[in-house]
Every structure is written in C-alpha cells, then in structure tokens.
C-alpha cells in the first residue's frame, strides 16, 4: 500500500491536518463494497447520493449526520421462517456506507422510492465567509486633511 507524507505541506498551511485523515480513510474502503451507489452534482452546491436498497424499508435504514462525516446504515430484517434458496443474488445483509463531507455541507432530504434511497446535499457557505467586495474610497489624502484640522 501507498504513503503519502504531507509533512512537507504544513509548513505552508494551516488547516489541512484533516487531509491525511481524509485519504488514510478514502484508501483503505473497499473497491466493490455493498450497497451499490452514486454520486451526483444536481447544481452548483447541491449534490445527490443515490444507493440502491432492494429488500430494505424506510424503517430499516438510518441517515445520520455527524459533524462532516454521513452516515448510513441499514439493518437487515430477520425471515420469519427458514427459506431455501436456489440462488440467493440480492444481498439483504446489515451495512454501514460513511461519506466525508466538505465543511459547510448539509444533509437537506433524504426519501426512499423503489428500492433506492436518495439523500439531497447542499452547501451553504455563511453569509460571514462569502467573498465580498471592498470599495475603495476616492480622495483619502483631502479626508486625512480634513480630520487632521
């Protein structure tokens, strides 16, 4: 497995510790993992996880978000009497799927419909944080001297 050292960017940065973190994390989930899902941009700070849920009901699955880590998971209904499969392909088995949210991301819906769970995201950047234009004012010297006299 790959390492990477991000010593070399704290000397310039600040804030970014949460990156090592945020990669150690992203490599080592697995490749082919259940549930299925996708990941969609629906605008410019909206976004839409969309997971593929057969067998599962709205009162099987949790979406919880806690501070800028998501999280889904679903709880796997007990048969009430034993079945024998022939071929058994749709999973039906426990699972918890975790997706890192960038800072100011929020969990705006969540709704099941035909098996697939949707979870609308939006950013919403604090008025306080938006850029913002500064005008710059014309004759500073004449103000300066009139203040001084």
């Not at 090592?20 to 941009?41: C, M, R, V």
């Not at 949790?62 to 999973?91: C, F, H, M, T, W």
């Not at 099941?112 to 014309?138: H, N, S, W």
């Amino acid at each position: 497995m790959m390492t990477f050292d991000f010593s070399p960017l704290y000397r310039s940065t600040v804030g970014f510790d949460r990156l090592e973190n945020l990669f150690d994390t992203a490599l080592s989930t697995e490749a082919a993992g259940f549930p299925p899902y996708n990941i969609e941009t629906t605008g410019e700070n909206g976004y839409q996880i969309t997971m593929a849920l057969a067998g599962f009901g709205e009162d099987d699955v949790s979406v919880v978000q806690q501070g800028n880590e998501l999280i889904v998971s679903g709880e796997a209904r007990k048969d009430s009497e034993p079945r024998q499969y022939l071929y058994r392909g749709i999973a039906g088995r426990s699972f918890e799927r975790r997706f890192q949210l960038a800072d100011h991301v929020k969990v705006a819906d969540a709704r099941m419909d035909k098996g697939l769970l949707q979870i609308d995201l939006v950013r919403e950047v604090p008025e306080a944080l938006r850029p913002r234009k500064i005008e710059i004012a014309k004759g500073f010297v004449n103000r300066l001297m009139k203040t001084a006299a």
